[in-house]
T-cell receptor, first 111, second 109 residues
Framework: DAGITQSPRHKVTETGTPVTLRCHQT?????MYWYRQDPGHGLRLIHYSYGVKDTDKGEVSDGYSVSRSKTEDFLLTLESATSSQTSVYFC??????????FGPGTRLTVT | KNEVEQSPQNLTAQEGEFITINCSYSVGISALHWLQQHPGGGIVSLFM???GKKKHGRLIATINIQEKHSSLHITASHPRDSAVYICAVLPNTGNQFYFGTGTSLTVIP
């Protein structure tokens, strides 16, 4: 299995609070991705990174920001959490054009 | 709008049956990815293919680029195959995968 960890694995937070999720890899893969998974929807891309300090938006980026200051870490921040951001968040890594490897997921509940 | 459609959405089979899950897409792609997600959430990569067929154990994935269609077959299904199977495509133009909503498979002993 690819070395990807996510933290925290579970979080409950209140509406309006900031939240940061962390993805850490030990594989030195260039690309890192943040997805959310909701019932009735496929995995949807929030943001991705193609290198240190190089990031781009996905299809559901509103309300989220990301940062990648080193190859191994990709942070996802919800500046002011809303109930619509209750979801399971997955991080993934890949080399360009190759298969993606997924982290274990973070279950976030915004009350 | 989802550019990736999977069928069926739900599938129940008896142990030992041959299973087929289908994936259709609407854009030109450079690769297609089949993934498996067990209850409890972990997502595992099964196959990535851009043409022809790949086989691993009891799993076989095929793709027809002209028809924009891929199938995942499971031979001699087993209850441990019960999971959600997800298809994802990597368009020719772009760096991001687009995912289907998944096919939930239950294999009954």
């Amino acid at each position: 299995d690819a070395g990807i960890t996510q933290s925290p694995r579970h979080k409950v937070t209140e509406t309006g609070t900031p939240v940061t999720l962390r993805c850490h890899q030990t594989e030195n893969h260039r690309y890192m991705y943040w997805y959310r998974q909701d019932p009735g929807h496929g995995l949807r891309l929030i943001h991705y990174s193609y290198g240190v300090k190089d990031t781009d938006k996905g299809e559901v980026s509103d309300g989220y920001s990301v940062s990648r200051s080193k190859t191994e870490d990709f942070l996802l921040t919800l500046e002011s959490a809303t109930s619509s951001q209750t979801s399971v968040y997955f991080c993934a890594i890949s080399e360009p054009g190759f298969k993606q490897y997924f982290g274990p997921g973070t279950r976030l509940t915004v009350t | 709008k989802n550019e990736v459609e999977q069928s069926p959405q739900n599938l129940t089979a008896q142990e030992g049956e041959f299973i087929t899950i289908n994936c259709s897409y609407s854009v030109g792609i450079s690769a297609l990815h089949w993934l498996q997600q067990h209850p409890g959430g972990g997502i595992v990569s099964l196959f990535m293919l851009s043409s022809g067929k790949k086989k691993h154990g009891r799993l076989i994935a095929t793709i027809n680029i002209q028809e924009k269609h891929s199938s995942l077959h499971i031979t001699a299904s087993h209850p441990r195959d019960s999971a959600v199977y997800i298809c994802a495509v990597l368009p020719n133009t772009g760096n991001q995968f687009y995912f289907g909503t998944g096919t939930s498979l239950t294999v009954i002993p």
